[in-house]
């Protein structure tokens, strides 16, 4: 069986700026908690610890 690999991602909110951080494929891209906007992608995070 074959391991996923989980990607951090940066996503932010084009419309109220507020940014937050997901793990893809683990999680799906969010809808914005304060005005319902769906978020885009930012920036995929690389740097960093590895597991």
């Known amino acids: 069986m074959e391991k ?8 932010i909110c084009p419309k109220c700026n507020r940014t ?6 683990i999680e799906e891209i969010p809808k914005c908690s304060d005005c319902k906007t769906q978020m885009v992608i930012r ?6 610890k590895r597991d």
């Open 20 to 25: 937050e951080i997901v793990y893809v494929p």
């Open 4 to 11: 996923k690999r989980r990607e951090a991602i940066e996503v």
């Open 43 to 48: 920036e995929i995070l690389t740097e960093g």
